[in-house]
């Protein structure tokens, strides 16, 4: 299976872009380093888990991803919350993240079911 190929992936890389180029001009650096971080480790550790060879691997990293997500997910309330980012930008990119989330959710269920330990 090809990581690009995944619905997942691409959902994931294209929110990865979006939070970078929304936040490039924020000056509070460490709330931009943060939150590009963790933007990016979604599609990174998706893209790493369905590389990887045994199903126990694939699992964690894909679990990884979830919880950058959750990561990513918080930390673009507080963006909105306390100013940084706009709040229409935010709300469309939860429910994108919110998709991600179920979608991940949906993988691990299928790869551990087709390949039970």
């Not at 460490?30 to 550790?45: A, E, K, M």
């Not at 918080?74 to 994108?96: N, P, S």
Request: hydrophobic share 40%; with cysteine; net charge positive.
């Amino acid at each position: 299976m090809k990581f690009q190929r995944l619905e997942v992936w691409q959902l994931s890389y294209e929110l990865s872009c979006s939070i970078y180029q929304q936040t490039k001009g924020i000056r509070d650096w460490g709330f931009r380093d943060q939150i590009t971080r963790s933007g990016l480790s979604v599609p990174s550790n998706i893209a790493e888990g369905i590389e990887r060879k045994g199903i126990k691997e694939q699992v964690q990293f894909l679990f990884i991803a979830k919880g950058s997500l959750a990561e990513l997910m918080t930390q673009l309330m507080i963006g909105r919350d306390i100013g940084y980012l706009d709040a229409d930008f935010v709300d469309e990119k939860l429910k994108i993240a919110e998709r991600i989330s179920a979608m991940l959710a949906g993988l691990i269920y299928r790869i551990k079911s087709h390949n039970p330990s």
